[in-house]
């Protein structure tokens, strides 16, 4: 009976043989995808001519062109890579050029909505007696 009392306490593999484990291989280390800094220009199509720069110090992000000198500049915070800025000047380029094409849609719809009421006058004058 005492030798039960000894039994109790350890686990259910005791006696038996310890199975070789084999190493499992180790996946190659993960290399980060550098993000980048130069980008194409949407003024004068050349490509990686734009280069963003972030200045964590003052919080500005700079965007400047070498070939046709275009600029534009953001605040920036501390999560802010220069993809994010290089998009959000795409993203104003193309609110400014959306409310450039409705102020030529006003510039040509206007004068013709003046000439057709003008005409509408005209006829109503005609033809009263």
Known sequence: SSALVCRVGYPSS??????RKTAKPK???RTLQKIPT???CPFC???HTVECKLSMKTQVGNI???VCAATWQTTINHLTEPVDVYSEWLDEIEKANRGHE???LLVVWVP???LLLLL???LLLLLSP
């Open 64 to 66: 400047h062109c070498r």
């Open 120 to 122: 509408l006058l005209l």
């Open 45 to 47: 199509n050349h490509a």
């Open 102 to 104: 409705e102020a030529q």
């Open 14 to 19: 005791m006696g038996k043989r310890k199975s």
């Open 38 to 40: 130069s980008f194409d």
């Open 27 to 29: 996946a190659p280390p």
């Open 112 to 114: 013709l909505l003046l």
